[in-house]
């Protein structure tokens, strides 16, 4: 592909299929490495998702089954990450793209097949569940690089498989399978390749038939609870416990609970 080309299609495709929507990263001629366009485009999608009523859960996702992320897209290294000065303005929009989708109020599914590799493990830990197809490849190789994976990145991985994996996985600089991934927590579960949609389909659409209140206040609570005493905004947490509970949707839920039907939540 010419760069004419490359510059001319979205490497991130936002995609309506309510209640479900799909962030697919579309740059399969490069495994979907990421460069800085994929990652403030991936920041702009999740606020275009998030401001959709329609959309209930988000599911991220490689335009082939080939990847999900290959990591950085090495290429622009030289030109955009030479030095660390440089280095500190580019980080900004990974910065960008990782809170919008870990301070994303709806729910977002990472659907990983292929490879997930360096920033893409980063993504990955972002999202809220990520159900990984067998054969997957996943490793965070900075350490052949000479780079250092950011404290950011680093906290979300030592949370999410604890400080002995996250060493492993930082220090061997190795690449892991998906059963080795979901042995330490890395990824919630392990599918057929050929179901991994199907089975994605299935969970997304179970999920986005619960409260959105609800799950926006689990997903507050989550996040707070990840951060140093001192830090947590618990008046926040409390806010939105107390909305839920005066909210339209709860009464909708106990009235289904008592007349043995499902609820239709309106997340209000």
């Given at each position: ?24 990263l579309n740059r399969p001629q490069v495994r979907n490495a990421l460069n800085l366009r994929t990652w403030q485009r991936i920041a702009e999608a999740v606020a275009e998702l998030a401001s959709d ?216």
């Open positions: 592909m010419s760069v004419k080309d490359e510059t001319s299609v979205d490497p991130l495709i936002v995609r309506r299929e309510a209640p479900i929507g799909w962030l697919v009523d329609a959309v209930r859960v988000i599911v991220m996702r490689g335009a082939t089954p080939q990847a999900f992320i290959a990591g950085a897209d090495i290429s622009e290294f030289p030109a955009l990450r030479a030095d660390a000065a440089q280095a500190r303005a580019y980080r900004d929009a990974p910065n960008s793209a990782i809170a919008a989708l870990v301070e994303c109020r709806k729910p977002i599914v990472a659907m990983i097949s292929g490879v997930c590799i360096g920033g893409g493990v980063q993504v990955a830990l972002a999202c809220d569940i990520r159900i990984a197809a067998r054969g997957t490849r996943f490793g965070v190789p900075a350490a052949q690089l000479g780079l250092a994976y950011p404290l950011e990145g680093v906290i979300m991985l030592a949370h999410t498989v604890g400080p002995a994996n996250a060493r492993d996985i930082l220090l061997s600089a190795r690449l892991f399978d998906a059963e080795e991934a979901l042995q330490m927590g890395l990824v919630n579960r392990v599918v057929d390749p050929e179901k991994l949609e199907e089975n994605v389909r299935d969970y997304v659409l179970k999920m986005a038939g619960n409260a959105p209140l609800t799950m926006a206040a689990a997903k507050l609570a989550i996040g707070e609870s990840l951060k140093d005493r001192e830090e947590r905004d618990v008046t926040a947490v409390s806010t939105m416990v107390a909305r839920c509970f005066d909210s339209e949707d709860y009464g909708e839920g106990v009235r289904a609970f008592l007349e043995k039907r499902r609820p239709n939540f309106k997340g209000r």
